[in-house]
């Protein structure tokens, strides 16, 4: 009988489990719950650190046998072999290549008992919204920064050297604290976090000892400017990262600025999202340009260029829902010096009521003539392409 089932429960294995099936539940689930597979799940992140704490703790036999003997919160069991979750995930599944893990720090474990304590500062994460013609052209992004640095002053120490320090009372010097936390549909567990009076240091500073700039906080405020670029053909969902443009830490480095591209909707174009390096556009057509053909300017394209389009008289009807390929006229394909496809579907307008009243007036004169072609617009790039098909 084991004392609590919380981890088992939430890898969705038997308390007798095998290495081998341990292992392998916890690739399926955290391939399923990788926050980056499930951008607009919340608790995603949560889950996912979860998973990592259950899988090491059951992997390690002695972790294991403590676990089921007291559970999460019984006596302290020595540290890890992984820096943190996503360094696990990393080992296990040869560095999965999904980006930046976004916000978190790498945690290491206190010689002294304390608990995780840090390894890499905290990631910083910034939405940044571009147009689809800066996804198209590319663009040159330079902004300010605020980010955390080591206070100067005191030189990260947050007070006078040769200070005394006082013993955090809320987690007794430890530096974390178990704490219920949802851990997944129908799961609740207790989780290890860090002590949020002392951030996991296990002792305050004493008010009298604290440093007058930084208010014994070890860090200050710092606008910088950064610069990066945004290559033509990004898509939407890219992350690029900045190494060590994120907040700063006492003894360790710092974190990295990682920004999440969010490409607009387009009022004229989309990009399916099979095929990331095509375009989709529609044109509209009067009936004697779908009858008779026609030779003009059809659309402008994102960087401005207008593209000529042929249909010649008598070739063929293009009708409603017809579709031409341009090829070469889509987005760029990164890292090469071609271009996805531009798909072009037609609408095709009838004549309005007037124009059909005025048939039924005389039957005996003969139709009136079809409208006229559109005029042509000046001082455009040409492109002759052709043919049309459905």
């Given amino acids: ?115 995780p304590r840090p390894t ?41 050297e040769g200070m005394k320090m006082t013993t955090c009372g809320k987690c007794e010097g430890k530096g974390v604290m178990f704490a219920d936390r949802h851990l997944a549909p129908g ?11 002392c951030d996991g240091v296990g002792e305050h500073i ?59 909707p387009h009022t004229t174009f989309m990009r399916p999202t099979q095929s990331p390096y095509d375009l989709q556009t529609t044109a509209t057509l009067n009936l004697s340009e779908a009858l008779l053909g026609f030779r003009r300017i059809l659309i402008v394209h994102l960087d401005g260029r207008g593209l000529r389009v042929e249909s010649k008289r008598g070739e063929r009807i293009i009708q409603h829902g017809d579709e031409l390929v341009i090829h070469g006229e889509g987005m760029p394909v990164r890292g090469t010096a071609s271009k996805g496809d531009l798909y072009i579907k037609f609408k095709v307008e009838m004549p309005g009521v007037s124009w059909a009243a005025r048939q039924s007036e005389d039957s005996v004169q003969l139709p009136a003539p079809l409208p006229d072609l559109d005029p042509e617009p000046e001082k455009v790039d040409v492109r002759h392409l052709s043919p049309v098909r459905r």
């Fill in 206 to 264: 004493r008010e009298r000892d604290r440093c007058k700039r930084c208010k014994g906080k070890k860090v200050m405020k710092e606008k910088k400017r950064v610069e990066f670029q945004i290559e033509p053909g990004t898509e939407h969902g890219e992350r690029i990262a900045l190494k060590g443009e994120g907040d700063e830490e006492p003894d360790v480095p710092a974190g990295d600025v990682i920004f999440h591209i969010r490409i607009k």
């Fill in 187 to 197: 799961v609740v567990g207790k989780m290890r976090v860090t002590c949020t009076d």
């Fill in 1 to 115: 009988m084991v004392a609590d089932t919380a981890y088992y429960d939430l890898l969705e294995i038997h308390v007798e489990a095998t290495e081998v099936e341990i292992k392998r539940a916890y690739k399926k689930k955290a391939m399923k719950h990788h926050p980056d597979k499930n951008p607009d799940d919340p608790l995603a992140h949560e889950t996912f650190q979860a998973i990592g704490q259950a899988y090491e703790t059951l992997m390690d036999p002695n972790l294991r046998e403590s676990y089921d003997r007291y559970g999460p919160d019984g006596p302290p069991r020595g540290g890890g072999g992984f820096a943190d979750e996503f360094d696990m995930f990393d080992a296990m599944f040869g560095g999965f290549g999904m980006g930046g893990r976004g916000g978190g720090a790498s945690f290491g474990f206190d010689p002294a008992g304390r608990g």
């Fill in 120 to 160: 890499r500062g905290h990631n910083t994460d910034v939405e940044y919204q571009i147009t689809l013609e800066e996804a198209y052209k590319g663009k040159r992004v330079v902004m300010a920064l605020e980010r955390d640095r080591i206070c100067k002053t005191c030189k990260g120490r947050g007070g006078r």
